[in-house]
Each structure stands twice: as structure tokens, then as C-alpha cells.
């Protein structure tokens, strides 16, 4: 065998011992990431396990909720709030855990059942929640014939319940003889300009007719027309979208002269018609 026979014979020997010694690289390589995402797979499961554990801790259940700022009414719809908020899955574990409850959510959800001119929602470690608030300044309870609703000056519900009894708030009374088709929060029910005349009604009815203010009743829903009703029974039949300051003081000249008159008509002209 000459010398170039026996270096042919080292070289694929070389060859065939590399290629061994890659298929062992190879195989090495697969043992090692089978390994690896074996133990990968092993330290999220522990991740999860020690998070859900964390999470289910009643140290850091939130169970201490301090509400203030409201009344009876918009108390209870604020827990209701935080009921709903604190019973929503967060990785299949309710969400009343400190460490997952995030105020920006019972925020929002309060926002869907209280019309609020303010609010502040804190957390204290472990287990405690802090809720400050204050709800839209209001004017009228407008009652309608399937429900009442509460509204600030801008004329949009603050409030609204089928059941008016519910309501602790004491306001001036207006009766619509309609149902109001959207109920919910901030709904414009009642043109702001005409918000602004009945309150400026139930503030001078008295200084201007001298009789006690009952309530008010709007005649029809496509009408302006309204009766301003007294406690000893006067009726002022008024309308509204005109000068109701003028109209009330052609009451008052009247009064005087008509002591007696159960009802005054001051809405056409510069006339008065009476009745006893």
C-alpha cells in the first residue's frame, strides 16, 4: 500500500469519527433542550402555583371598604359597585385581592351607577380600600309616569328609580305627564333653559306670590305649558319658555286683588283670567 492508499484511508477515517462525534453533538443538544424546557415548563408551573397561593391569601383579601361623601342611596350603589368589581376572575381567582385590584376599574364601574362630581378611591396595605365621593349637585326630582329622576341644572339625570321612595333627597317636585324613554346616568331629559326657569320659579314663587310652593306640573309633552301648584291650593297656570318672572308678578297684582282665586291664568297676554 503506497502513501497516498494510507493517507485516503486516515482521512475517511477522520470523517467517519467527526461525523460520529456530530451525531453525539446532536444528540447531546436535544437531551440538553428536552432538558431545559422540561425544566422550564417545571418553573412556570411553580410561578403559577406560588401566584395563584399569593393571590388566594386571605391576608391579602380585601375585606375593610370605608365609604363617605354619600347618602344612603348612592352609598349602596357604590357597594354594589365594588361587590361587582371585587367578584370578577383575574386568572380564574376572584379579584379581591390587594395585590391585583387596581382602583382605575372600580372607578369606571362606580361612574355606571353614580353620577359623581368627585372621587377618590385609596388603597391601604393589606386589605383596606378607601372611597371618598361626591355626587353632581342636584335640583328637581322630575317624576314621569314609569319613574323619577333626579337631575342637576344642566337638565341630565343624576339619579333615576321606579320606586321615588327610595330617594332621600328633598327637592322641588315636577310632573310630567310622560315616560321617559332613557333612563340612564347623564341623560338630557329636560332643556337646560327650561331647567333654568323652574328654578328660578320655585326660588321667587314665594317672594313673588307670597303662597308656598307645592309642586309643578308640565301639561303635556309637547307643550311649554305648566301649573305651579301651592300648598293651600292656588294653582298658577304659567308658561314656561316665556318671561316666567313677569308672569309671576301679574300673579301676584292678582292675588292681591283676587284674594279668593283657586286659579290663575297668566299665559296669554298681558290679561289674567281667574277662577274661584
Keep these: 500500500m503506497n502513501r497516498s492508499q494510507k493517507q485516503q484511508q486516515r482521512n475517511q477515517s477522520f470523517l467517519k469519527q467527526d461525523h460520529k462525534n456530530t451525531e453525539l453533538l446532536i444528540e447531546g443538544s436535544k437531551i440538553i433542550a428536552s432538558k431545559t424546557f422540561f425544566e422550564l415548563v417545571i418553573f412556570c408551573a411553580l410561578i403559577v402555583f406560588l401566584g395563584t397561593t399569593i393571590l388566594k391569601n386571605q391576608y391579602f383579601k380585601i375585606n375593610d371598604i370605608s365609604i363617605d361623601g354619600l347618602d344612603t342611596f348612592a352609598s349602596e350603589q357604590v357597594k354594589k359597585s365594588v361587590s361587582e368589581t371585587l367578584n370578577k376572575k383575574i386568572f380564574s381567582t376572584r379579584n379581591d385581592?390587594?395585590?391585583?385590584?387596581?382602583?382605575?376599574?372600580?372607578?369606571?364601574?362606580?361612574?355606571?351607577?353614580?353620577?359623581?362630581?368627585?372621587?377618590?378611591?385609596?388603597?391601604?396595605?393589606?386589605?383596606?380600600?378607601?372611597?371618598?365621593?361626591?355626587?353632581?349637585?342636584?335640583?328637581?326630582?322630575?317624576?314621569?309616569?314609569?319613574?323619577?329622576?333626579?337631575?342637576?341644572?344642566?337638565?341630565?339625570?343624576?339619579?333615576?328609580?321606579?320606586?321615588?321612595?327610595?330617594?332621600?333627597?328633598?327637592l322641588p317636585n315636577v310632573y310630567v305627564p310622560w315616560s321617559i324613554n332613557e333612563t340612564k346616568l347623564e341623560t338630557n331629559i329636560l332643556n337646560q333653559d327650561i331647567v333654568n326657569e323652574l328654578m328660578s320659579t320655585v326660588a321667587r314663587s314665594h317672594e313673588l306670590v307670597g303662597h308656598q310652593l307645592k309642586d309643578i306640573h308640565f301639561e303635556g309633552e309637547d307643550t311649554d305649558l305648566a301649573d305651579i301648584a301651592f300648598n293651600d291650593g292656588l294653582v298658577i297656570k304659567t308658561k314656561i319658555t316665556s318671561d316666567i318672572e313677569t308672569q309671576m308678578k301679574k300673579a301676584k297684582i292678582t292675588v292681591i286683588k283676587f284674594p279668593l282665586a283657586r286659579q290663575i291664568d297668566v299665559r296669554f297676554s298681558d290679561k289674567a283670567f281667574v277662577t274661584f
Design 97 to 170: 385581592s390587594y395585590l391585583t385590584f387596581r382602583t382605575s376599574q372600580l372607578e369606571s364601574e362606580i361612574r355606571t351607577r353614580v353620577s359623581l362630581d368627585t372621587i377618590s378611591i385609596t388603597k391601604r396595605f393589606p386589605h383596606t380600600i378607601f372611597i371618598h365621593a361626591t355626587e353632581r349637585p342636584v335640583v328637581l326630582s322630575v317624576h314621569a309616569t314609569n319613574g323619577t329622576a333626579i337631575i342637576a341644572r344642566d337638565g341630565k339625570i343624576v339619579r333615576w328609580t321606579d320606586r321615588p321612595d327610595q330617594l332621600s333627597v328633598v
